[in-house]
Nanobody, 124 residues
């Protein structure tokens, strides 16, 4: 079964941009819908922030909270799905996860495969 590994997290200042990557092993990213989620310390995991559909469409979907600031894209040559984040604020501080499913869902419970997460800290 596919395995996912996130990278690209770090500490940045408010207003900065950051790109996260989700690399797939034991499978191809275009065989799955890959969604991005986040979890703020002490709070429940978010719904899907962004998701890219499986197959040739690779259609992206965005949650309302990040629409216009985050861009999800798929790079089949590198077997990764990237999340480009712009205009980061303190409220974006969280552990970010990517997850795989057969189709894009808002609810993370529909994603059976998860990466280990990468920390993003936005601080002045």
């Amino acid at each position: 079964q596919v395995q996912l590994v996130e990278s690209g997290g770090g500490s940045v200042q408010p207003g900065s941009s950051l790109r996260l990557s989700c690399a797939a092993t034991e499978g191809r990213v275009d065989d799955y819908a890959i969604g991005w989620f986040r979890q703020v310390s002490g709070k429940a995991r978010s719904g899907s922030l962004a998701c890219v559909e499986s197959g040739t469409s690779g259609r992206p979907y965005y949650g309302d909270s990040v629409k216009g600031r985050f861009i999800v894209s798929r790079d089949t040559s590198k077997n990764t799905v990237n999340l480009q984040m712009h205009s980061l604020t303190h409220e974006d501080t969280a552990v970010y996860y990517c997850a795989a499913s057969r189709t894009c869902w808002m609810d993370g419970d529909h994603y059976p495969v998860w990466g280990q997460g990468t920390q993003v800290t936005v601080s002045s």
